[in-house]
C-alpha cells in the first residue's frame, strides 16, 4: 500500500534512509511518497478505465502545490472547496473544465471568480446558493455549469465527524427538494443544471454504502429521464478508506467491479473525487523523541511535534501507526506518545505498547499524507513543519519550515501601543 519500508533495520522511503531526512531537513518533518502518489491514482484510472471517469483529486486531503502538480500532470482534475484551493488549482495550471467546486458555504467573491475562470461546475448544496449564483452570473452575464448535491441520507461507518450524508448533516439537498428545484430550472436563467453530485463521507472501508447511494440516485435519475430532465455528469465524491491500523478497506478494483454496474445504467459521465485514498498513506510525519517521563501509573513518550502538526488523534481519537526509524532488539513497554502542547488532548497515541525509544531517538507517525499537514495550525505559536517529497533516490524540499518571523508576518501593533510606557 505505501512505499515506506525497513531495510537493514532502517525505515525507508523509497530509496533514502528516513532518519538522514531528518538529519538534512531537521524535525517535526514531512515525508511523502511520489511512487505512493502516482501508484494509488493510477490504480483508481485502471480500475475504473471501462467508464474513463474524470477523477479529481480533493484539494482538502493535501493542497501543497508539489503534489497537486504531479496528478494535475498525470491527467487528475482537483476538488476544490475555497477560494483558495482554487487559487491553488490555478497555480499548478490545472485545466478549468477539470475544476469541481463543492462548499455549503461559497462566498459571493468565491463564486464570481470561479464563474470568471470557467470552471466544469459549482456542486450547489442549497436553493439559496443556487439563487446567488444565477444572480452573479447574470451580473457576469455568463452562463454558468451546476451540479445539485443530493444529501441521499445514508449512514457509512465512519467517524461521526466525517460522515456527510445523513439527512441531518449540513451538506446537500434532499430528493424531494432536488425534484422540485430541477422542475423549476426555468427560472435560474443564467444556469445549466447539468449534473448530480452525492459525497456520503470519508474513510468509508466498505462498499455497501457506497451501493445503497448510487442506487438511490440511479432511481432518481431514471425518474427524471422519464419527465425529459437530462443532466450530464454524476459526481459520486470520494471518501474511499484506507489503512490506518486494522481496517481491510477494498481495493480499487474491488470498489469499481462492485459499483460499475451501477454507474453504468446512469448513461452519464462520472466523477469522482479521491483525497484520501490516493495520498493517506503517501506520507509520514517524522517526530524527535524529547523527554521520556515516568509517573506512578503512565509512562509519557515526549516528542517535538504536536496537535498543531497533526490534529487527527485529538480531534477524531484516530489510530496511526507509530513507528521507530531504527529497530533494535529492545523490550516492549506500554506508553502514551505525547506532544509539547498545553493541552490533555495533545496526544498521538495511548496506552500503545511500544519497543523501549530514547532521548533523541525518533519516530515515524505512519499514514499522515491526508489531513496532516492541510489541517495543521500554530496554535501555541509554533511554526509548521517543512514538508519533503521523495522519489526513488532523490528528496525534494516542497514547504520550506516555517520561522518564527513568519507567525508574526501579518501582525500589526497599533501605533498608540508603541507610543506607550509604563
Not at 367 to 375: D, E, I, P, V
Request: glycine letters at 6%; charged letters at 25%.
Amino acid at each position: 500500500m505505501h512505499e515506506f519500508r525497513y531495510k537493514r533495520n532502517y525505515l525507508y522511503c523509497e530509496d533514502l534512509k528516513v532518519i538522514d531526512l531528518v538529519k538534512k531537513f531537521g524535525s517535526p518533518l514531512y515525508v511523502y511518497s511520489y511512487k505512493t502518489i502516482l501508484d494509488h491514482y493510477l490504480k483508481l484510472k485502471s480500475a475504473f478505465k471501462e467508464i474513463d471517469p474524470i477523477i479529481c483529486y480533493s484539494v482538502k486531503a493535501n493542497s501543497n502545490l508539489a503534489i497537486l502538480k504531479l496528478l494535475v500532470k498525470e491527467g487528475a482534475g482537483l476538488d476544490i472547496v475555497s477560494g483558495g484551493e482554487l487559487f491553488r488549482a490555478i497555480k499548478v495550471g490545472c485545466p478549468a473544465e477539470r475544476i469541481v467546486y463543492a462548499s455549503v458555504g461559497k462566498t459571493d467573491k468565491e463564486i464570481e471568480e470561479a464563474i470568471k475562470r470557467r470552471i466544469l461546475f459549482f456542486n450547489v448544496e442549497s436553493l439559496s446558493e443556487l439563487e446567488n449564483i444565477n444572480r452573479i452570473s447574470q451580473i457576469l452575464n455568463r452562463i454558468t455549469n451546476v451540479a445539485i448535491r443530493i444529501n441521499p441520507d445514508v449512514e457509512p461507518k465512519t467517524h461521526k465527524f466525517i460522515t456527510t450524508g445523513k439527512i441531518t448533516n449540513k451538506f446537500g439537498i434532499d430528493f424531494e427538494s432536488a425534484y422540485k428545484i430541477l422542475n423549476m430550472h426555468k427560472r435560474f436563467a443564467y444556469l445549466n443544471i447539468c449534473g448530480l453530485h452525492i459525497h456520503i463521507g470519508s474513510q468509508i472501508t466498505e462498499t455497501t454504502p457506497y451501493i445503497y447511494a448510487i442506487s438511490k440516485m440511479v432511481k432518481f435519475i431514471q425518474k427524471l429521464k422519464k419527465e425529459a430532465i437530462n443532466l450530464k455528469y454524476l459526481n459520486i465524491g470520494g471518501g474511499l478508506g484506507i489503512i490506518y491500523d486494522k481496517e481491510k478497506p477494498q481495493t480499487a478494483k474491488e470498489f469499481a467491479d462492485k459499483i460499475l454496474p451501477l454507474l453504468k445504467r446512469t448513461g452519464l459521465k462520472i466523477i469522482m473525487e479521491p483525497g484520501r485514498f490516493i495520498v493517506g498513506n503517501a506520507g509520514i510525519l517524522v517526530t524527535k523523541v524529547l523527554y521520556i517521563k515516568s509517573t506512578l501509573k503512565k509512562k509519557f513518550i515526549i516528542v517535538d511535534s504536536g496537535m498543531n502538526d497533526l490534529i487527527r488523534p485529538a480531534l477524531y481519537d484516530a489510530y496511526h501507526k507509530i513507528l521507530p526509524l531504527h529497530i533494535t532488539d529492545s523490550k516492549l513497554s506500554k506508553v502514551d506518545i505525547v506532544g509539547p502542547i498545553c493541552e490533555s488532548a495533545d496526544f498521538f497515541a495511548k496506552d500503545r505498547v511500544m519497543p523501549e525509544v530514547k532521548e533523541a531517538d525518533f519516530l515515524a507517525i505512519m499514514g499522515t499524507g491526508a489531513y496532516g499537514f492541510s489541517m495543521s495550525s500554530n496554535y501555541n505559536s509554533r511554526p509548521r513543519p517543512a514538508e519533503v517529497l521523495v522519489k526513488k533516490n532523490r528528496v525534494y524540499l516542497i514547504r520550506e519550515r516555517e520561522k518564527y518571523n513568519d507567525l508574526i508576518d501579518k501582525e500589526i501593533v497599533p501605533g498608540f501601543l508603541k507610543r506607550w510606557r509604563r
